[in-house]
């Protein structure tokens, strides 16, 4: 598969992703009244595990016949990958919120751009490789 192929279905997941965490960080804000740290953390969690279905089977697919990675070792990585790109995002919106007073709402969409990249070049680097 073509580097842009790849590159363009995962800005596709990646928006359904955003869709869904915007949705859950709504949904748990405004609805639920929870605070935004916790918004945040439920709604990454959820987008994460449509994420992985996607990556495995639509964005990073095994060539036929090769069998390198095992589902478990899949697993681990794009949970470590997730973790990384989910702290580089959660300590932006952090400082966003925190120290430049930003909006709660615009400093968690701004956060995807930081979750989606870091999350794209380890997935691809590492996970699916």
């Known amino acids: 598969m073509k580097e842009s192929v ?29 605070s935004y740290i916790t918004a945040n ?4 969690v959820v987008a ?5 279905i996607w990556c495995k089977y ?9 069998k390198k990675n095992s589902i478990w070792h899949q697993v681990l990585f794009f949970a470590g990958a997730f973790l990384l790109a989910y702290s580089m995002q959660f300590l932006f919106l ?17 956060g995807l751009f930081i979750y989606g990249a ?4 380890t997935n691809r680097h590492i996970t699916f490789r």
């Open 6 to 34: 790849r590159v363009i279905r995962f800005a596709i997941v990646g928006t359904l992703n955003a869709l869904i965490t915007a949705f859950v960080v709504w949904l748990l804000m405004h609805i639920e009244g929870e």
């Open 118 to 121: 870091v999350n794209f070049i």
């Open 48 to 52: 994460q595990i449509h994420n992985f």
């Open 94 to 110: 952090l400082m966003l919120v925190e120290l430049f007073y930003c909006n709660e709402y615009l400093a968690q969409f701004l």
């Open 58 to 66: 639509w964005i990073f697919p095994l060539e036929p016949g090769n």
């Open 41 to 44: 953390i439920i709604a990454y």
